[in-house]
């Protein structure tokens, strides 16, 4: 039997395309809703919920949740082989709750680390630096 060919909605299509166009970038269901409706596209929440489960099962998005926040964020990452090459980790404020993005090489010692050493397998999707952001960090004038 034949490989099941992917059913492609309009607005999976749509969604797709968004994704696309902030690639790097983390977006929240909110995210993506408000952008829809300023665009005047019709796509409903559940919709959106719905696509991006799928593609997250597809390996096209990767789906970020960090403890202590709301909402999860969804990066489009394309294709799995080029996974490694785009991981991006999290720093979390414990002052204020900002979630900044890093991209940062010096961690993947860190995980080949524990992998040949500990027996450990780190999911990289996951990785979350709680600490102080330079904003809290820095006093007020």
Do not use: W
């Not at 929240?28 to 929440?45: K, P, Q, W």
């Not at 719905?50 to 709301?70: H, I, Q």
């Not at 993947?108 to 999911?123: A, K, P, R, S, T």
Request: proline share 1%.
């Amino acid at each position: 039997m034949g490989r099941k060919k992917k059913y492609k909605t309009r607005q999976m299509k749509e969604l797709l395309t968004f994704l696309k166009s902030v690639q790097g970038s983390h977006v929240t269901v909110n995210d993506i809703c408000y952008y829809f409706e300023n665009a005047g596209i019709a796509v409903g929440t559940t919709t959106v919920y719905r696509n991006l489960e799928k593609m997250v099962k597809e390996g096209l998005v990767a789906k970020y949740v960090v403890e202590g926040t709301n909402s999860s964020c969804f990066e489009y990452i394309g294709e799995q082989e080029n996974l490694r090459q785009q991981v991006c980790y999290h720093c979390k404020c414990e002052k204020c709750g900002k979630l900044l993005h890093l991209q940062c090489n010096e961690v993947d010692g860190l995980i080949q680390h524990m992998l040949e050493h500990h027996d450990f397998e780190i999911n990289s999707l996951r990785i979350v630096f709680y600490g102080i952001c330079k904003d809290c960090k820095e006093p007020s004038i």
